[in-house]
């Protein structure tokens, strides 16, 4: 059981921190028509290409040389191969710049959302939203899915948050624009963090108190191993639709949890369900061949009779104990 939450907490890295190769940034320039044939004609190498066409110098180098072009007309005739901006203005350091209306050219064998979509120079702040949009979602997320997760059960928590965020992220993959793009990424955001956290609630509810920390940590360290795979993944599968299909669909494999993975025994007799509780607990005694302590014959059905406990978030607060232990988790995080 512990095995495969730590497969779902490896799965929740794309999510995470998947911006750093869906929204690789690579080296580009403008596209001016005509310099690619002008190019060719003259027979430039790509390094003598930039220092004909392109702007450069020390201060406009960071920003003009990607996002601002010669607005002059290299289809023109007679331009000369060795100076043909002298050609063309007389003088270099006059030439009139105007912004990219025709494009960019990246220096990069595979796509990203900023190459598809352009998202540099003025809309580069696109990118940024892009992320932002699925922290917002982890922010709303965390708190209405673990408000779920306490009154309707860890389980169907976990199957719920794991259906939408796989059909959210094939929906990515195949976003037309970018503002699909952004609002399927924000419906993942809203689901994945927080059925990673009721992932990492089960693991700790199903061991006793003495294991917990260590499962916690563990339970964190698939997270570390996911950030590996997703690294191999992204380097055999550089375009941004495909890599994004291939982390996303293993995702519908969680779905078999329904049968294999038991519900919290300890969700379970809060809810004042201890027979369901019992059954959980003896099946996992008879897997792992072990005989159960004579304490837990005390959870009679009879008990069921008691008020339920309701989750609040007040709980948060509602002890000296408990309140420094979430001020202290708030400052950490």
Not at 88 to 116: A, F, H, K, M
């Amino acid at each position: 059981t512990f095995f495969i939450l730590c497969l779902l907490s490896a799965a929740f890295t794309p999510v995470y921190v998947g911006v750093v190769f869906f929204g690789f940034t690579p080296e580009h320039r403008c596209f001016s028509p005509g310099v690619a044939e002008l190019s060719q004609r003259c027979g430039w190498s790509p390094a003598e290409q930039l220092n004909h066409t392109f702007p450069s110098g020390a201060a406009m180098a960071a920003y003009s040389s990607r996002c601002s072009r010669y607005e002059v007309d290299w289809n023109a005739t007679g331009v000369s191969c060795t100076d043909p901006l002298g050609s063309l203005v007389g003088n270099r350091s006059s030439v009139p710049l105007g912004p990219c209306q025709d494009g960019w050219v990246y220096d990069y064998p595979g796509t990203s959302i900023v190459t598809e979509f352009n998202l540099v120079c003025e809309d580069s702040w696109k990118l940024d939203l892009f992320q932002s949009s699925v922290n917002v979602g982890f922010f709303i997320g965390s708190m209405i899915i673990g408000y779920i997760a306490d009154r309707f059960g860890r389980k169907l928590c976990l199957l719920i948050t794991v259906l939408i965020n796989s059909v959210s992220g094939v929906l990515v993959a195949f976003a037309p624009s970018y503002m699909w793009t952004v609002i399927f990424r924000l419906i993942q955001g809203l689901v994945s963090k927080g059925g990673w956290l009721t992932g990492y609630v089960l693991t700790a509810e199903f061991v006793g108190l003495s294991f917990r920390r260590t499962v916690g940590i563990i339970y964190q360290l698939a997270f570390t191993v996911g950030l590996l795979i997703l690294t191999a993944v992204a380097y055999v599968l550089p375009h941004w639709r495909w890599l994004q299909l291939a982390v996303t669909l293993p995702n519908f494999f969680f779905l078999l949890y329904h049968w294999c993975l038991p519900e919290s025994p300890r969700w379970l007799i809060t809810q004042k369900q201890n027979d369901k509780a019992m059954e959980v607990i003896k099946r996992i005694a008879k897997r792992n061949k072990k005989q159960l302590p004579p304490s837990f014959q005390n959870l009679k059905s009879e008990d069921e009779d008691g008020e339920k406990l309701k989750p609040s978030y007040l709980d948060l607060v509602r002890t000296p104990q408990i309140r420094k232990h979430t001020f202290i988790l708030m400052y950490s995080w």
